[in-house]
């Protein structure tokens, strides 16, 4: 009696599993293949080294008598103390991943597919099921998702933390989710503390609509609500002040405003931070955003922001992506090395939803036939266009890491080992990697081969420190993408 029903949600079934499973194996395919498994980039390497050097079982390592010599960009030195000044959320969860002995460029893969999951489940409580599986289907065609899910960034753990959130949000409004909204606002608030603990910053914009919008309907139970928020917030905020004590001596004190690194106390605009730099910098990052997510639905959703808002009980979503671009307006610097403008990642699924909602959704037809036909041409035209920069988008990352990765290519191609290596020069013409990204030698100096910066004449320092080592010299012509290795 039960094989037909069993037969009826078989495709089902197919349509909701299918695109989760292909995000993990395209992201892999990406991350492994295309991007060569390489922190591209010195913040996803410097995840990395916090990782490690949580996993050693420290929260900072020593540094070196020549310290001058493997300065590596972000992470700092001071006090005798060489640690990374980043939020703990995501190189926490690079640890667990490396006590469990799983790949950490497996990592963000996972996480990004199960972004899917949850972007099916708010969808599908906020709007209903088909428009879930039309926001599913947009994203799983970005480049711009699929790129920042194969990468070592920590965006797509913050993006996820907040899908999650908004979902128990949502579902704090009917008990068959949840055993109470108690609970629902406990949980909420260890979110929040996730969301904080990852990318403080972005997670602060993120969360605004959704929390404001929320309380805003329970004025009765407001301060009821706020104290679940503080409770389940406790626990993050008690991991926050540890990793604090331990570099910095001061529960409070937070690590990334203890000491500034020297590239970063002089100010990316020689001539002050205004409203000229600040509209060249959203120029700059919407044309990205144009570019990596398919124009339409970018289109899509400039024209809907400016038509009569929906209900509150879901005009928050259309409200987080320009919450974070209007938040970004006061950072005062550039992304650096990204795939497309990454500040804006986490309110992307977000942006998402609100384009699939107003086009397929049955009040869109109050629009007009002809305005609603122009709207879904731009969104299947964004998913077209997606594809196409996906794969002009593979090919030419794979060249930059090809040329990114000159230097530990040859280094394993002539099989070097027991040696330092001075740099003259950076890697890669089409997208060049200075001399302090290279420095990459774990948290310990005990690696089979050292990276150090040219010095000239004070090179001899390190020479007599490792007096049985093998020392060369890498050097690189500016427009030559190889590279050679000279004996000294």
């Not at 603990?197 to 139970?221: N, V």
């Given at each position: ?31 492994g ?106 994203l ?49 608030g ?6 904080l ?25 407001f301060?009821q ?46 001539g002050g ?176 081969i ?14 007599s ?8 010299r ?15």
């Open positions: 009696m039960n094989e037909p029903n069993e037969r009826q949600d078989l495709p089902r079934f197919l349509v909701i599993f299918l695109p989760f499973a292909a995000a993990f194996f395209i992201t892999v395919f990406v991350g293949w295309i991007l060569q498994a390489f922190p591209n980039s010195a913040d996803e390497y410097d995840y990395l080294f916090q990782a490690r050097t949580y996993f050693s079982g420290r929260f900072f390592n020593a540094t070196h008598p020549s310290q001058t010599f493997f300065e590596f960009m972000h992470l700092i030195q001071y006090q005798g103390k060489w640690y990374s000044p980043y939020p703990i959320g995501w190189p926490l969860i690079l640890t667990g991943a490396m006590l469990a002995k799983v790949p950490s460029w497996l990592v963000n893969p996972f996480l990004g597919s199960l972004s899917l999951l949850f972007v099916f489940l708010l969808g599908k409580r906020l709007y209903g099921e088909k428009i879930a599986i039309w926001a599913v289907f947009y799983l065609s970005s480049p711009f998702f699929i790129f920042n899910s194969a990468s070592y960034f920590s965006h797509t753990l913050c993006s996820l933390i907040l899908l999650m959130l908004a979902y128990v949000l949502a579902s704090c409004h009917s008990d068959s989710v949840l055993p109470s909204r108690r609970l629902g606002m406990a949980v909420g260890f979110l929040i503390g996730c969301a603990l990852t990318r403080p910053y972005t997670a602060f914009w993120c969360i605004f609509p959704m929390i404001y919008f929320y309380l805003r309907k329970r004025k009765r139970l301060f609500d706020l104290i679940w928020l503080g409770l389940g917030l406790l626990p993050c905020s008690i991991a926050y002040g540890i990793n604090n004590y331990h570099i910095t001596g001061n529960l409070l004190q937070d690590v990334a405003g203890w000491s500034v690194p020297p590239h970063l106390q002089a100010p990316p605009y020689p931070y205004g409203i000229p730099e600040a509209a060249q910098l959203l120029i700059d990052y919407l044309g990205l955003l144009s570019r990596w997510t398919g124009m339409g639905g970018v289109v899509i959703y400039c024209f809907y922001l400016f038509l009569p808002p929906k209900p509150t009980s879901v005009c928050w979503v259309d409200a987080v992506m320009l919450c974070l671009i209007g938040g970004y307006l006061f950072v005062p610097f550039p992304a650096g090395n990204q795939y497309g403008p990454r500040y804006y990642y986490e309110a992307f699924p977000f942006m998402v939803l609100s384009v699939a909602s107003n086009v397929f959704s049955p009040r869109s037809v109050e629009r007009g036939t002809h305005t609603q036909t122009v709207l879904k041409s731009l969104f299947f035209f964004g998913m077209v266009m997606n594809l196409f920069y996906l794969s002009k988008s593979m090919l030419r990352e794979h060249e930059v890491i090809i040329e990114r990765r000159d230097l530990y290519d040859l280094v394993e191609k002539e099989k070097i080992r027991n040696a330092v290596i001075f740099l003259q020069n950076g890697t890669g013409v089409k997208r060049p990697m200075p001399v302090w990204d290279l420095l990459r030698n774990g948290t310990d100096f005990n690696g089979s050292l990276y150090a910066e040219d010095k000239g004449k004070r090179n001899e320092e390190l020479v420190y490792f007096p049985g080592r093998v020392f060369y890498y050097v690189r012509e500016d427009q030559n993408p190889k590279g050679r290795l000279e004996k000294l």
